[in-house]
């Protein structure tokens, strides 16, 4: 690892450190269009798959969440002055266009009457029946501590139900929201959908809690070309660097790796790389 080149991402408490078991100097592949590419070795044209549900391209998925992760990790520490809501509707609602509306209309009506200094994440999650709803996290610029009754922000959506969360207790938001975003909790009711689809079962801590997840489980539930998340304007992308792996290790000190993995990432149907990841995270000594 001594020489390589890596990328640090700085979240604050959490940095992680990326980089690639194998790297290709030399292109495998040459773009025609949109639709088909040449594989350079043999001279032969290809055509794209085009996708037609979300669940066809994982990786895409996973590389929304990693950005997504990135966002909340660099935004959201689980200050007093922050608040996790999940937004749900009475009836079964599938329309997302409504839903993106609805959640506009409520982000208005709540700045008016609390502030308009407060920055957002709005995240869109689908479940297995077709219906959707919304985390948003929130962050109230002006104060030190915020508190707001169920009851007032259900008044102010409108439209069903609302659960308020604070997130003090727990030392990794990003990766405790996105274990919902892309599996599926293990219970009683999906246990039958795991082994039907053969999937694999992962343990992962939310808090205090570890649980057990279907991988992937909700992939297939998204719809091709949907924007997932949408934010204000005070929320930003951790800063990302390119430097020799020693040096990295030098910012992270000697905290010593808190995650670990390792992803092989399709980059056409001839050619694919593993990038490894190196996640440190200073609430954790």
Sequence with gaps: MYGEIVTLTDMGHIKEIQYLSKMNTQARIKKLDKHRYMVLETGEIKEYSHIENRSESENSLYQTFKKLRYLINNNFYGKPNEL???????????????????????????????????????????????????????????????????????????????????????????????????????????????????????????????????????????????????????????????MRYEKAKKRVGSLQPTHFSENEIKLSDDDSINIIFQEYNSKRL
């Design 84 to 242: 996790f809501l999940t937004l749900t509707y009475a009836e079964n609602m599938r329309d997302r266009e409504r839903l993106y509306d609805d959640v506009r209309k409520f982000l208005m009506r709540f700045r008016y009457k609390y502030g308009k200094n407060l920055d957002y994440l709005n995240i869109v999650e689908p479940q297995a029946r077709g219906a959707w709803h919304c985390h948003l996290l929130l962050r109230f610029n002006d104060l030190k501590k915020v508190y707001i009754p169920n009851e007032e922000i259900r008044n102010i959506w409108g439209h069903g139900f609302v659960k308020v969360n604070r997130l003090n207790n727990v030392d990794n938001i990003g990766a405790y929201l996105s274990a919902y975003l892309a599996d599926v909790e293990l219970t009683d009711d999906t246990v039958s959908v795991a082994l039907m689809e053969n999937k694999k079962i992962v343990k992962k801590k939310v808090g205090n809690e570890e649980k057990a997840f279907i991988k992937g489980g909700r992939l297939k539930y998204y719809p091709a070309g949907m924007n997932l998340f949408r934010k204000s304007k005070g929320i930003k992308y951790p800063d990302r660097e390119k």
